[in-house]
């Protein structure tokens, strides 16, 4: 018997199959909670050596060719770690973080355009880590010492210099998604660089009180309803082409477009007590909820298909930005508490099962097991894990996002950011967002090939 229990062990083992048993957290327990997020944040943390000697700080092994992230992930990251720290009170991540968030803003110019990742700079890359130091900003994040650049003056600076990119010649306003006209997708004007400018231009609002914020993020709204990426049934779709003066809409939903969306208008709404912000929080949740939750547990439904997975590296972060946006929803908008709870629940529920007891995570959180999903990742999918877990604290911690007048104590530089600067353009390699524009060149080729114009992709039969 025993004989044959090894062999068995041996054959699983030899057939990939993982015999680890699978995370435990009871999710009724604020500190079992907390003790299944510090297990999957060590197993996150494990793929991140930007603090060793001859490493370097703030970047998940990458961009590829040399490993399989680009550069905005690690300001993704640092972003989740904010929040883990903000809902658990660990904060034996703060200094690492700290040390990278300061890094990556590379002076001058502290605007997280570093020279280093120029061939990868989206305005939605840069804008990642402007979220992520907005974030630290709301969530009092311990300050930097008074000679290194703060928290809110490192988001004004993102801001700031994306709000000199709006140009109006194409397709009457909008960020295009690329930031060096020598970049691929410099062409493309997409949800993600304007959901991500919204965002922040209505965390900077609320933190600030200066409307000139909040008159970008309606800006933004207008031109992106205006442009059809966002429709009347609040579907969020993907962008298009200034050649096509952006009506060639790539109608593909990614969830991480919706997600910014969500949580930039449920700010919207917290600010202005409005009807109208309220209905667009409402009808983005709604869709979200029936789209991206089929059965009460997250699907990344443009690339996670039921019988195959064809989401990229980047791709696999997006569902713990969905998580957390939806959780500051319910924070901000609580109107909409009792229904994100709810789901928030069944899906963090569905995650749980996807990770092993080490705090591997998979991709797949609606199969009751380990998917063994390590290609495109396997950062990605311990940030959603993570950020799963930790935004359902948000019950025990309930504390919305400080101002300046409530307590937010970062320093803040409205003109940061608008120094004269010059990036310089590097030859165009693959960019950085792999979202659908990647995918649409993909389509673009194969129909090329084909000797098709391009009309639907293969992701038609699940929008
Ligand atoms: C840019 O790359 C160089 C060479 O690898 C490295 O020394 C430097 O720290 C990097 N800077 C940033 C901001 O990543
Ligand atoms: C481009 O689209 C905008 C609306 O998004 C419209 O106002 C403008 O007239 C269009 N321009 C051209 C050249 O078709
Ligand atoms: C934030 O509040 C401080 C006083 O608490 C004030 O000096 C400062 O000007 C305020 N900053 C902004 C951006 O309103
Ligand atoms: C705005 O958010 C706070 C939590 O930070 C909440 O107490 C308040 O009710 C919200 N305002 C509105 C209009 O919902
Ligand atoms: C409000 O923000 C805008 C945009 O950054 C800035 O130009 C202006 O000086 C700010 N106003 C105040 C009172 O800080």
Redesign the pocket.
């Known amino acids: 018997m025993a004989f044959a229990a090894t062999a068995l062990l041996l054959l699983f083992a030899a057939c990939g199959v993982n015999t680890q048993s699978t995370l435990q957290a009871d999710l009724n327990s604020p500190s079992s909670i907390r003790s299944a997020a510090k297990t999957v944040a060590r197993s996150l943390l494990s793929h991140y050596n930007g603090d060793e000697p001859g490493q370097t700080i703030g970047i998940l092994p990458g961009p590829p060719p040399k490993g399989p992230y680009y550069w905005w992930q690690a300001g993704a990251m640092f972003g989740t770690l904010i929040d883990y720290w903000f809902y658990t009170g660990d904060d034996e991540y703060n200094g690492i973080t700290t040390q990278a968030m300061i890094f990556q803003a590379e002076p001058p110019l502290n605007s997280y355009m570093p020279a280093n990742w120029t061939a990868s700079l989206g305005n939605d890359d840069q804008g990642f880590w402007g979220m992520a130091a907005m974030l630290a900003a709301e969530t009092n994040f311990p300050n930097p010492p008074q000679d290194q650049p703060q928290w809110l003056a490192l988001a004004q600076a993102v801001f700031n210099t994306q709000a000199a990119r709006w140009e109006t010649a194409d397709c009457n306003g909008g960020l295009r998604w690329q930031i060096p006209p020598s970049n691929g997708g410099y062409n493309y004007k997409n949800t993600i660089a304007n959901s991500v400018y919204l965002n922040l231009a209505a965390r900077l609002a609320r933190y600030t009180e200066n409307s000139t914020y909040s008159d970008w993020a309606e800006r933004a709204w207008d031109w992106m309803v205006g442009v059809g990426y966002i429709d009347a049934e609040y579907n969020v779709f993907d962008g298009g082409h200034v050649e096509a003066n952006c009506t060639d809409l790539n109608r593909v939903q990614f969830s991480a477009n919706a997600a910014m969306l969500i949580h930039g208008s449920a700010i919207m709404?917290?600010?202005?007590?409005s009807e109208k912000w309220r209905g667009r929080v409402a009808g983005l949740i709604s869709k979200t909820v029936e789209h991206f939750f089929p059965d009460g547990i997250m699907v990344e439904r443009a690339c996670e298909l039921e019988d195959k997975v064809q989401c990229n590296v980047d791709q696999h972060s997006f569902k713990g930005y969905m998580h957390r946006a939806l959780a500051t929803a319910a924070?901000?908008?609580?109107?909409t508490r009792q229904g994100v709870m709810t789901v928030l629940r069944s899906s963090t529920a569905g995650c749980v099962k996807s990770c092993l007891s080490d705090g591997t995570c998979g991709f797949r959180w609606d199969t009751g097991s380990y998917d063994g999903d390590v290609a495109n990742g396997p950062a990605g999918q311990e940030m959603s894990a993570l950020a799963a877990l930790t935004t359902l604290l948000i019950e025990q911690k309930n504390?919305?996002?400080f101002t300046n007048k409530?307590g937010g104590t970062s320093v803040g530089d409205p003109n940061a950011g608008s120094n004269p600067f010059v990036l310089k353009p590097l030859p165009p390699v693959t960019p950085g967002w792999r979202g659908g524009a990647g995918i649409l060149t993909a389509v673009v080729l194969a129909s090329m090939v084909g000797g098709l114009v391009w009309i639907s992709g293969p992701w038609g039969e699940n929008i």
Do not use: C, D, S
């Open positions: 709404y917290n600010i202005t007590n924070i901000v908008a609580p109107f504390q919305g996002p409530t």
